[in-house]
């Protein structure tokens, strides 16, 4: 007997971008269509393909992503590059199963098409050269800061309307939770978004107490919040910014782990 496969995804071309949607979100197709056009409109790039999963789905995607996985409990999207050859290829994994995709599936596809665009722009994070003796929770941090950047850069192409509702979403997101995340990736939401004074407050306190929990040391914030927001209001970042980025990293590990000179860019 011949077991045939379920068809669980509906796939089709939308002016060009393979859309591969789960079956379950198939009565929001329309206007998962919509937002997709409007999106692409807004940052006038788009990828070549879209996966729109179930959580499920979307973690076996996204696995690339797990050493990031402590810096946001909020990670819904996330957007693959292959370079084969001269060409690049690009692949955005949403999970529509999250309330910030439901709420939002406009703004979260426009920060993950900003990434590509700052990609084709050359806008890659550079990485440092790491002291060998550099513990590896050490290491991470550092690298969840540079993570934060590239957010940042994303989240910086976004018209103002657009960013602030999504990330307005998160932070509303999180203080229902009550989830602690990162301090460096609380610090990137605060640097990017307006906020009333309420929320502001809010967030600030969920800073407060993440980064008590990170380190039972005091936590340089302001030499962080001035980087995040010089290369907010940049839209890129420079070479002339590479020694701010090299020194912030290396008080901020100089500070929580003690150990001075961490890394080295070139
Ligand atoms: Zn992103």
């Not at 995804?9 to 919509?34: A, C, Q």
């Not at 967030?203 to 995040?228: C, G, H």
């Amino acid at each position: 007997m011949e077991v045939k496969k379920m068809i669980r995804y509906l796939t089709l071309n939308v002016s060009g971008t393979k859309l591969t949607v789960d079956k379950k979100f198939e009565r929001k197709l329309e206007k998962i269509i919509r937002d997709l056009q409007k999106a692409r409109e807004i940052i006038g790039e788009v990828a070549d393909e879209i996966y729109v999963f179930r959580k499920r789905d979307f973690r076996k995607a996204a696995r690339r992503f797990a050493k990031f996985a402590m810096s946001s409990p909020n990670v819904v999207a996330t957007t693959e590059f292959e370079n084969s050859g001269r060409k690049l290829r690009t692949r955005i994994f949403v999970n529509a199963s999250s309330k910030l995709v439901r709420r939002n599936f406009k703004g979260v596809l426009a920060h993950e098409f900003a990434h590509i665009k700052q990609y084709k722009a050359g806008q890659a994070i550079p990485l440092p050269r790491f002291k060998k003796s550099l513990p590896a929770e050490a290491k991470q941090f550092a690298m969840i800061l540079l993570n934060q950047l590239e957010e940042i850069l994303a989240d910086s192409l976004l018209p103002a309307k657009t960013r602030n509702k999504k990330n307005r979403e998160i932070v509303k997101m999180l203080i229902e939770k009550d989830e602690l995340a990162h301090p460096l990736f609380l610090l990137a939401l605060k640097a990017t978004t307006k906020l009333s004074a309420k929320e502001k407050e809010a967030l600030e306190e969920m800073i407060r107490k993440s980064a008590k929990s990170l380190k039972n040391v005091p936590f340089p914030f302001n030499p962080v919040e001035r980087l995040y927001t010089k290369i907010f209001e940049q839209k890129e970042i420079k070479q002339s910014d590479i020694p701010l980025i090299e020194s912030v990293l290396n008080l901020l590990i100089e500070r929580l782990y003690g150990i001075k000179n961490a890394c080295r860019f070139n």
